[in-house]
């Protein structure tokens, strides 16, 4: 694909919402974890949390409320920019005076269409990300299949991406990415794995051919559409389950472990950054996964999920301590993982139970694809950054996509050398 294409760009309206940006001293015990409390019910956003300094994002419908919690624990804190648009904030731009959003001036431009192309430099729209994946199957029609595997809640196309040899013996791999809106990277890793697979095919090792590739670089396609134009921190689908559009969160809507009401991280209440939904499954976005997953007939062996911003790699259980019947295998495959992650650019990813390294969750898609569709190898990992958080700098992308496409080959040459406890391949008669 060549990078002389013209930029075509479509005028936008801004419909932003608008965000303060506090600088947070966390001086006594317990006020730092407070504030991460505040960040994981979605009170607030953490931005950077750099030692010593913490930046938050408030949404300004909730500056009055945080303001009392925050008084309430004496936590200081001083306001660093007082109106901004979360895009705005995103690409870097403080501006002096935010313009009034009804402003012929205050207008986006957005790239529209398949007018750009990806080059893991940047993060792309999502016209962008589908136009990738119908360039590869058209360059590469052996091998690439793209496939519609369902519509979301606002009309838009899930866009699926198989690669193949159509050999009869291989066994499934499953990436996807941006379950979360928010969470570009993982959009970018993957698509930067499925470039690298597509184009170099016919040159790699056996471990890699030898599986049916799947890849969703958008699992949540309302969602990322809505934090590209209007909110850079929305992390739910777009369903509308209260007066307003309140979303669901995805990774508490899979039907392993989801009815574990009251778990404060698989909320019941729509307004909720973790809610549920009404019940498992109850989004087209989740049942796709599920369905193809089930009934496509592809007996999978690697669940990978990527996520930001922990850098970690996480296996099941979410909901519980105790030890998966695989729990061995999957430390020595996440392992496997991390070092080989590590080697490429010395970024230490931790490896571990998701319960155990990062908190409890019900109705998450790895408890699902290990605990109902016995996909041995689920893994969850979670990409950078820890310090810019959602927030990551263009210039780490392609170290990033480096280092997760490492990880990757590294456990398919794992996988194919392990016997798995868990790895019952079922049939298509028994999954109907
Ligand atoms: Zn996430």
């Known amino acids: 694909m060549s990078d002389q294409v013209p930029i075509i760009l479509v005028k936008v309206a801004r419909r932003d919402v608008r965000y303060q940006i506090w600088d947070v001293k966390c001086l006594k015990d317990g006020q730092r974890t407070f504030l991460k409390n505040l960040d994981s019910k979605g ?11 913490t930046e938050v994002m408030v949404n300004g419908s909730r500056v009055m409320q945080v303001k009392n919690l925050l008084r309430s624990r004496e936590i200081e804190y001083e306001v660093l920019t007082n109106d901004i648009f979360s895009t705005q904030y995103a690409m870097g731009m403080l501006p002096k005076r935010v313009r009034s959003p009804d402003s012929k001036r205050n207008r986006i431009q957005l790239p529209i269409g398949n007018s750009r192309v990806l080059d893991w430099t940047d993060f792309y729209p999502l016209p962008t990300i589908y136009n990738f994946l119908d360039e590869l199957e058209k ?4 091998t690439c299949t793209v496939s519609i595997i369902g519509k979301t809640v606002e009309g838009l196309d899930i866009k699926l991406l198989k690669i193949s040899n159509s050999n009869a013996n291989n066994t499934g791999v499953w990436l996807d990415a941006a379950t979360h809106a928010r969470e570009w990277i993982g959009t970018s890793v993957v698509t930067f794995i499925a470039n690298y697979i597509a184009r170099k095919f ?9 599986k049916d590739w799947y890849f969703l670089p958008v699992v949540n396609p309302d969602g990322f559409q809505y934090s590209h134009l209007h909110d850079r921190m929305w992390r739910k689908n777009r369903a509308c389950y209260g007066r307003t559009v309140t979303g669901v969160d995805l990774n508490r809507n899979f039907g392993y472990c989801w009815e574990n009401t009251g778990a404060e991280s698989a909320a019941i209440d729509p307004y909720s950054i973790n809610y549920r939904g009404p019940s498992a499954f109850s989004e087209p976005e989740t049942t796709a996964i599920k369905d193809i997953i089930l009934y496509s007939g592809t007996p999978f062996k690697v669940f990978l999920t ?3 911003c922990s850098e970690v790699i996480a296996f099941p259980w979410c909901n519980t301590s105790d030890p998966c019947p695989d729990y061995v295998n999957l430390l020595e495959g996440g392992t496997t993982m991390a070092k080989a992650m590590y080697e490429t650019n010395g970024r230490m990813y931790k490896v571990g139970n998701f319960k155990d390294i990062m908190y409890h969750a019900c109705g998450t898609s790895i408890d699902w694809s290990y605990g109902t569709a016995h996909i041995p190898f689920s893994y969850l990992v979670e990409l950078r950054s820890k310090q810019d958080r959602f927030l990551l700098p263009k210039g780490e992308i392609l170290d990033c996509c480096k280092e997760a496409l490492n990880g990757v080959i590294a456990l398919m040459e794992f996988v194919d050398r ?5 790895c019952t391949i079922i049939t298509k008669a028994l999954r109907q």
Request: a positive charge; aromatic letters at 10%.
């Open 139 to 142: 360059t590469f029609p052996s």
């Open 43 to 53: 009170a607030i956003t953490i931005n950077r949390d750099d030692k010593g300094r």
């Open 202 to 210: 016919s040159t790699l090792p056996e471990y890699i051919t030898n």
């Open 418 to 422: 392990k016997k798995c406890l868990n």
């Open 306 to 308: 990527y996520h930001a």
